[in-house]
């Protein structure tokens, strides 16, 4: 006799069960941790290397990035020389000449009351000192409260001393490269320039896929034409803030405007750290030749308020947001190119910031995985 399962009976329960793939990832196998732990120290170790390497190596990378950076800054003028039937050797020449030309009309625009200046160190030394009488009676009522609270007295019997010059030497060994340093830039400057559409055809040809190559031409494009612009803009708004300094110190009575203004567009390339610098030069320059305390900051005061509109209004307007830095990345970046490779650090902090920029947006685009907004 058959017998048919009963069909008002409960289904049976699948007796295998899959087993949930864990989510989190402190929930992943221990192998793969280990190995992100490898990588991490490894890519660790690789950046080590490269730095110590630039490091130890400044003579020749110093040099040699300068002369790319620039050259590719400079890339759309001799592109534009060569559309007028001008040859790319001959146009990177005439470039070169022309920066140069410029570099030491600026030069000689800041050496000239500097040494005018030097000759007469015991003359400024005595006025700063009859200048810092002003600070007697704070210095006399702190001196007060030191002897109330029982602290040492020597700081208010001491004479007032000028500073020592022996920091004079470093900082100028510290500021000028060496002339084969010099050399070397400028025949890499040349070269490049000169022969820059050859290697960029070399550099696109090296992949062999398409896309390979559709992107590296995409991102070679990308980084000439911001770097060109940058260089452009930049300076121009470096020469305007130079030439309303040279107003504002020719207007309030300072020595030298010409020579205060120059000295404002140049140290202007160094964002954050530059204005600073000249804003403390003015003060030192004002509190020294004018007769009165208020006389000499008021120049300072104003310049002051020059690189606060360039910084927050122009500079930004003009740049436009695409190659607007952020203010702490621009500051960690010049920190640790001007220890790498001193006052050239800081000025090509930027530029390979925005380099920086563009291989991440192209590298790494919109459309991979991100993070989920807040």
Not at 67 to 73: C, L, Q
Not at 328 to 348: N, R, Y
């Amino acid at each position: 006799m058959r017998v048919l399962p009963d069909e008002r009976a409960p289904p049976k329960e699948k007796e295998n069960v899959g087993t949930p793939l864990p989510e989190s990832k402190g929930e992943l196998p221990p192998v793969i941790r280990r190995a992100e732990v490898v990588a991490f120290a490894l890519v660790a170790l690789l950046v080590i290397s490269v730095v110590a390497v630039l490091y130890v190596a400044k003579a020749f990378f110093l040099p040699v990035v300068t002369a790319f950076v620039v050259g590719t800054m400079l890339s759309p003028a001799a592109g534009y020389l060569e559309r007028r039937r001008i040859p790319r050797a001959l146009s990177a020449v005439l470039i070169v000449s022309a920066v140069c030309a410029g570099l030491a009309f600026v030069v000689g625009l800041i050496s000239s009351p500097l040494m005018q200046w030097s000759t007469r160190l015991p003359e400024l030394g005595s006025r700063l000192k009859d200048k810092l009488h002003v600070f007697d009676r704070p210095l006399a009522l702190w001196h007060q409260l030191e002897s109330m609270v029982g602290g040492s007295d020597t700081f208010g019997t001491a004479p007032f001393q000028m500073p020592k010059l022996d920091w004079v030497q470093p900082t100028l060994e510290f500021l000028s490269p060496t002339f084969t340093e010099f050399l070397l830039f400028l025949a890499t400057l040349v070269l490049f320039i000169a022969s820059w559409r050859d290697l960029r055809r070399a550099l696109i040809l090296t992949f062999s896929e398409h896309a390979s190559r559709l992107r590296t031409l995409r991102i070679l494009n990308e980084i000439e034409e911001h770097l060109g612009g940058y260089l452009l803009t930049v300076t121009m708004i470096n020469l305007g803030v130079g030439v309303a300094t040279g107003l504002i110190c020719a207007l309030t009575g300072m020595p030298s405007p010409a020579g205060l203004g120059a000295l404002a567009a140049t140290l202007n390339f160094v964002p954050i750290i530059g204005p600073v610098a000249m804003f403390v030069i003015l003060i030192l320059v004002g509190v020294v030749a004018m007769p009165t305390l208020s006389a000499g900051l008021m120049a300072p005061l104003a310049f002051a308020g020059v690189t606060f509109l360039e910084g927050h209004f122009v500079t930004p307007t003009i740049i436009g947001r695409r190659l607007e830095l952020n203010a702490l990345a621009v500051f960690v970046a010049i920190a640790f190119w001007t220890w790498l490779w001193g006052p050239m650090g800081a000025f090509l902090s930027s530029p390979l910031l925005i380099v920086g920029l563009i291989l991440k947006e192209h590298l790494m685009p919109e459309d991979s995985p991100q993070l989920p907004e807040d």
